[in-house]
């Protein structure tokens, strides 16, 4: 009991966030990867799913289409389209598990409500889960750079330049998919979420240069996230690097901190009621 | 000088938008006291442990736990805090073993620590033999003494049960009170919520009776029943309806005529059937029995104690 409560008593004092207890939340998740073959499944097909896009679009339409410029540079359709691809896969990754994870855990399993009868804190809960998805969008970024590699579509310095980027993009679109999450009524509002994500994942500069898009819708989709995922990753796998792509990681930075706040604000005044 | 009571309350409120489910409660508890509160559903109980938890912030009143502030010091508190909620939720993708070391892991404990707690609890309430297994096929006993086991993994001075045995059959039920009474042994102090009388009797050294988010009486079991009923009580069923009550007036010291039955109380309940008798009146069954809470919960808020 003492050995508790003492560490209790210090992490209080210290007033801020525990990275033990961030850690419990997050080996809660891995305790639950032994719980059956489901969760490997859903995980396997989650990192497919860009791989085929790239094969079929990337490598099959850039046949017809030749080369892109990128930069002041012309690059293979395929070179142009994978990096998206790997932000698409860092973003869905991500937003798999907090979205239907967390929203699955939040309002039916009530797995939080148990967990915030212990001294772990909303924002704990929030960090764990981040955490977790982080770990689980670079899995899938780690095997789709090793494709890429392999299939020429980068240099390993290039990959090792962008690995890092995937990471930016899997913490801010996991932040703002986790506090989204926090809203969603139920299951029908899913709908709504993967037309969204389906919606930027078309039109993000994915599968043609922003450039070549209408004044107006140009400037829309600067404003959106998939967009500046895209061109951050892109601008370190295939070039050119440049400044602006601080910008572009300064978008996704402010997302990861907005999206934990309000997510850690919602399920504390949520669930603490 | 006296140390401060584990749990004070006082004029405690809470309100969810307009209504309010605990309208000024003062409640203490000591150290080592197994304390109730019982009550009808909605009387604000779940709603009071739940603040005693530190998992809902007071609207209204003061209240301190282990001498510390829930609000401020919830961390604190809960880190030395067990709690049993009334809807279980346990960690359907963990087993029965992960989902003791899971939560005290929340706690703070080493690994080792965990482990070695988490297989002494489960002997404790004895489930080791399902330790490996997953907790969807528990029946609802054993899901409920793996929650308790839960509340037990950081050691805690306080132990939060609400409703512990609601939905137990009577062997389920007596296997979790003898549990409890160890606890209570232990010098564990006991807040529970009840429905039940017989628990509330066989558990609680003191209780409170709520009704309506309001605290109605106070006291020991035994107190409250000689306080607010007789010792004994007379259960009459007539055939038909009409004013039987009424026929019974000045029997014993006090009727009550429920829908289903007659209840009378007295001091001396073979004298209030010779009494009956002597009226003429003709029950189709007689029941004389001691008095139970279930009395005086009848008698303070005029309603019967049911699920
Ligand atoms: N989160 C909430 N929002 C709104 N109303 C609530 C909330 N929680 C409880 N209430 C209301 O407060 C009242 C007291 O509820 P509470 O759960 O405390 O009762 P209880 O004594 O535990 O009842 P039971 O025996 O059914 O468990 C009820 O009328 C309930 O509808
Ligand atoms: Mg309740």
Redesign the pocket.
Known sequence: MMTAWVAARRNHRAGGVSVRRVGAVLGRNVGALRSGPAYWLVLLSGFFEPLLYLLSIGVGVGALVGTVPVGGRAVDYAVFVAPAMLAVSAMSGALAETTFNVFFKFKYAKTYDAVLATPVRPVEIALGELTWALVRCLFYTVLFLVVMVALGLTSAGGALAAFPATALVGVAFGAVGMAISTFLRGWQDFDLLTTGQFTLFLFSGTFSPVQDYPAVFQVIVSLTPLYHAVELVRGLAVGPAGWVLLVHAGYLGVMAVAGLWLASRRIGKLLL? | MAEEPLIVARGLVKR??E?T?VDGIDVSVERGEAFGFL??????????MRMISCVSPPTAGELRILGLDPVRDGVAIRGRLGVCP?LGNLDTDLSVFENLTTYARYFGLSRAEARRRAGELLEFVQLADRAKGKVEPLSGGMKQRLTIARALVNDPEIVLLD?PTTGLDPQARHLLWERLYQLKRQGVTLVL?T?YMDEAEQLCDRLVV?DGGRIVAEGSPRDLIGRYSTPEVVELRFSGGGDVAGKLDGVGERVDALPDRVLVYARDGDAAVAEVHRRGLAPLSVLVRRSTLEDVFLHLTGRTLVD
Do not use: D, I, L, Y
């Open positions: 009621v | 969810f938008g209504f489910a009550g009808p559903n909605g009387a604000g109980k779940s709603s009071t009334q409703e919520t429905h709520m």
